[in-house]
């Protein structure tokens, strides 16, 4: 969002198909090309593993935009967290 501030969305991945319940949104993210990381360590380190993926991204002259999604773990944030950063203008 800018000046130091970032939106959070809190979701879960469901088929299109899938009836959203009240008081919640549908957001349907469009078929992109994704970085990805498998993060197995400390929730604190997550921040970290994305910058990498940002470096990994950057050493392949490819430009991440500014979507990120951090998946694959439990309620209790335990787990792998497999993070993910868009890669616009690429493709497969």
């Known amino acids: 969002m800018g000046g130091g501030r970032y939106r959070e969305t809190v979701g879960v991945l469901a088929d299109a198909r899938t009836a959203v319940p009240a008081g919640m949104t549908a957001v349907v993210l469009p078929a992109a090309r994704w970085a990805r990381l498998v993060h197995d360590g400390p929730l604190p380190e997550v921040a970290?593993?994305?910058?990498?993926?940002?470096?990994?991204?950057?050493?392949?002259g490819?430009?991440?935009g500014d979507l990120k999604l951090d998946t694959g773990y439990g309620s209790d944030g335990a787990g792998p967290?497999?993070?993910h950063?868009?890669?616009p203008?690429?493709?497969?």
């Open 81 to 83: 967290h497999v993070l």
């Open 89 to 92: 203008g690429t493709s497969d």
């Open 62 to 64: 490819l430009t991440h």
């Open 85 to 87: 950063v868009d890669v």
């Open 48 to 60: 970290e593993s994305f910058g990498r993926l940002h470096d990994w991204c950057a050493e392949r």
